[in-house]
């Protein structure tokens, strides 16, 4: 089992950045692909990126690829999700979610979410 917290969200003017952080506690998380997902009010739920145990795989969706870099530091137990030029659109609650296995675009292969933060970019 493992408990995963997102933090770092907030409201940012359009082309502003922001660092999302998921921290994770139990079991080892250097077990655990990590995945960033994001809901925006009246939308289905949809995938950001993801990142491999040992962070040498990395996924984007289209609509963020050269914006958002994600990143993972096994000693601290975190995953990090870095966004710039972000954009009206970028608005959602972002979520982590970890899987023990390799890293995926689909949410339902993840077993382990945190709660959610919210990120507001207004233009």
């Known amino acids: 089992q493992v408990q995963l917290g997102e933090s770092g969200g907030g409201s940012v003017q359009a082309g502003g950045s922001l660092r999302l952080s998921c921290a994770a506690s139990?079991?080892?998380?250097?077990?655990?692909?990590t995945g960033w997902f994001r809901q925006a009010p009246g939308k289905e739920r949809e995938f950001v990126a993801a990142?491999?145990?040992?962070?040498?795989?990395?996924k984007y969706a289209d609509s963020v690829k050269g914006r958002f870099t994600v990143s993972r530091d096994n000693a601290k137990n975190t995953v990090y999700l870095q966004m710039n030029s972000l954009k009206p659109e970028d608005t959602a609650v972002y979520y982590c979610?970890?899987?023990?296995?390799?890293?995926?675009?689909?949410?339902?292969?993840?077993?382990?979410w945190g709660q959610g933060t919210q990120v507001t970019v207004s233009s």
């Open positions: 990142i491999s145990r040992s962070s040498s795989v990395t």
């Open positions: 139990g079991r080892t998380f250097s077990s655990y692909a």
């Open positions: 979610a970890g899987r023990n296995g390799g890293s995926s675009r689909t949410s339902q292969d993840y077993d382990y």
